[in-house]
């Protein structure tokens, strides 16, 4: 028997967003956030996107991309995540995080992009095997389209460094 398909599913469903002030704790001796602080934050928001999108918590982190920092966030400042599904496969999904660095004490300036990444969650079952039952993902806008475009080349590119595509 043919499996029914799965009804495709706008970014908009998953679209998740969370924000903290830094706090010393998080920040090395410059008073700068630890990159290593904010990787966890971009796993922990993307995997909320992957969970809610495919309306199951059993997902894993396959992959992040390189992440480049390209303007320190401090202590005192507030750090901004917004993460978005673009790209559905059989069992995984790319969302992509933004961040961006705030400062309350300096209206005057715009909140300001820290760094983005590309991440890769797969839907597992109870042994950890990927389950081809992602739901699609709705292309509604030119952004949505592009964005998955690019996507298609980008899961070659981690594939073929992977050693899974030649
Ligand atoms: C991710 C994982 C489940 C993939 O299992 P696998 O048996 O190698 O899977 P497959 O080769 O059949 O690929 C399954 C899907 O994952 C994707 N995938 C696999 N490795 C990937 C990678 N490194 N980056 C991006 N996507 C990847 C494939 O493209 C495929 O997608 P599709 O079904 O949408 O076409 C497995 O490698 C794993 O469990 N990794 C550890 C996950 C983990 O514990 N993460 C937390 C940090 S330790």
């Given amino acids: 028997m043919t499996p029914t398909p799965l009804k495709p599913k706008s970014w908009r469903d998953s679209y998740t967003e969370y924000k903290e002030i830094v706090a010393p704790p998080h920040c090395n001796h410059h008073g700068t956030v630890f990159g290593g602080h904010i990787l966890a934050l971009i796993d922990k928001v993307a995997g909320v996107v992957a969970?809610?999108?495919?309306?199951?918590?059993?997902?894993?982190?396959?992959s992040m991309d390189r992440v480049n920092f390209?303007?320190?966030?401090?202590?005192?400042?507030?750090l901004?995540?917004?993460?978005?599904?673009?790209?559905?496969?059989?069992?995984?999904?790319?969302?992509?995080?933004?961040?961006?660095?705030?400062?309350?004490?300096?209206?005057?300036?715009?909140p300001w992009l820290t760094c983005e990444a590309f991440t890769t969650f797969v839907l597992v079952d109870a042994e950890g095997r990927p389950v081809r039952a992602v739901p699609p993902l709705?292309?509604?806008?030119?952004?949505?389209?592009?964005?998955?475009?690019?996507?298609?080349?980008?899961?070659?590119?981690?594939?073929?460094?992977?050693?899974?595509?030649?």
């Fill in 51 to 62: 969970m809610e999108h495919c309306g199951s918590p059993s997902v894993v982190t396959a």
């Fill in 70 to 78: 390209y303007q320190p966030v401090k202590q005192g400042q507030i």
């Fill in 80 to 110: 901004h995540l917004q993460a978005r599904l673009t790209y559905t496969g059989r069992s995984s999904m790319e969302i992509l995080v933004r961040v961006y660095g705030k400062d309350l004490k300096d209206p005057d300036r715009k």
């Fill in 138 to 166: 709705l292309l509604e806008t030119e952004e949505d389209r592009r964005l998955y475009e690019e996507a298609l080349a980008r899961r070659q590119a981690r594939l073929r460094e992977r050693g899974t595509v030649s």
